[in-house]
């Protein structure tokens, strides 16, 4: 079983800048994809940035230019930098590390509880 728990939010003015964070247990030579993605309330989860074992990244139209995703293996840490905030930013983001598992090679998607993020006007 894979832990994931992310770290990182707050309350932060538009414009502002924020550094999530999150670390898992995943071994690093299961993972697949690792991926952010927020929920404001009364709304769909949504993908935010993802980024796969080799390194390549994607990002959704709303965060380009203004979020990075990245990695430190060593610290089995994924981050998501976010500058120019802005108030619909705000959202419970969650981490999701996929893994490669069992025995047939499943895809096990783990999920942490979510970190809260606020931007204000």
């Known amino acids: 079983q894979v832990q994931v728990v992310e770290s990182g939010g707050g309350l932060v003015q538009a414009g502002g800048s924020l550094r999530l964070s999150c670390a898992h247990s995943a071994r690093i030579g299961s993972i697949n994809v690792m991926g952010w993605y927020r929920q404001a309330p009364g709304k769909q989860r949504e993908l935010v940035a993802t980024?796969?074992?080799?390194?390549?990244?994607n990002y959704a139209d709303s965060v380009k230019g203004r979020f990075t995703i990245s990695r430190d293996n060593a610290k089995n840490t994924v981050y998501l930098q976010m500058n120019s905030l802005k108030p619909e930013d705000t959202a419970v983001y969650y981490c999701?590390?996929?893994?490669?598992?069992?025995?047939?090679?499943?895809?096990?998607?783990?999920w942490g509880q979510g970190t809260q993020v606020t931007v204000s006007s």
């Open positions: 999701k590390v996929g893994v490669v598992g069992g025995i047939v090679a499943r895809i096990f998607d783990y």
């Open positions: 980024i796969t074992s080799g390194g390549s990244t």
